[in-house]
């Protein structure tokens, strides 16, 4: 039986997560995609993605995957998955706990599945529309705190999950793929707050752009005199 998005994506989640955590205790290949070395891919990081895309092309073809380390596997704009296989490749390479794997699903331009699992923590984070998030199946919601409180883990992703759950207060950057993006952003609205750009302007999930995800009083205070 063939099943839905959302089992889907839990179940790719969970699988390649497990299946990265082995290999990061084995040896792995490095190999950097900018002449300065500042931006690395492992063969970790691409033995996932094609995990992941191998089965959504079985269960779904007709589904458009824009995933990090291989682009677009299917130019379908109306309902497509964006995927990042292993979001803190640094992290990872390093043996920092601080990783995860991001699954989303889109449809004309609104995410209706969002999941990240961090193995190391086995946390699973998972929201579908219109239903809240959860951590391993508790519901979560974001902080109610108005002071703000962000940090910088080297794992977009990762850092969105713990908006959502309440551990961080807010999070932005100047420039994210959509991958680093789309399932967070879902958690983060899914747990009660708000996703945008910097701009205070609606996501797109198909291009890179600012970000800026927060509790509702937070994005009030950062946006305060904003249009």
Same mark, same amino acid.
């Given at each position: ?5 959302? =089992? ?10 497990? /299946? ?11 190999? /950097?995609?900018?002449? +300065? ?6 063969? $970790? ?23 990090? %380390? ?9 309902? /497509? ?16 706990? +601080? ?6 699903? $889109? =449809? ?6 969002? $999941? ?7 946390? +699973?984070?998972?929201? %579908? ?45 100047? %420039? +994210? ?21 910097? %701009? ?11 970000? /800026? ?15």
């Amino acid at each position: 039986m063939k099943p839905t998005r959302a =089992e889907l994506a839990k179940q790719l989640a969970l699988e390649v997560g497990k /299946f990265a955590l082995k290999k990061s205790k084995e040896s792995f290949l490095i190999e /950097f995609k900018d002449t +300065l070395k500042s931006d690395p891919v492992t063969s $970790v990081d691409r033995e996932c993605e094609h995990m992941i895309v191998k089965a959504i092309q079985k269960h779904y073809p007709d589904d458009g995957i824009i995933g990090e %380390e291989g682009g677009p596997y299917n130019q379908n704009t109306k309902n /497509f998955w964006v995927i990042d296989p292993l979001d803190g490749t640094q992290n990872f390479s390093h043996n920092l706990p +601080l990783y995860c794997i991001s699954i989303a699903y $889109v =449809e004309h331009n609104e995410p209706k599945i969002g $999941v990240i699992y961090a193995p190391v923590f086995d946390e +699973l984070y998972m929201a %579908e529309k219109g239903q809240g998030s959860t951590l391993n199946g508790k519901k979560i919601k974001v902080s109610e705190e108005s002071q703000d409180f962000s940090r910088h883990f080297g794992t977009s992703a990762l850092s969105l999950a713990w908006v959502s759950c309440g551990r961080l207060s807010y999070y932005k950057a100047h %420039e +994210l793929f959509p991958w680093d993006f789309a399932a967070g952003a879902l958690l983060v609205q899914e747990a009660g707050g708000l996703a945008c750009t910097l %701009e205070n302007t609606p996501l797109v999930y198909f291009q890179p752009q600012s970000f /800026f995800a927060s509790n509702k009083m937070l994005k009030t205070k950062h946006f305060e005199g904003t249009k």
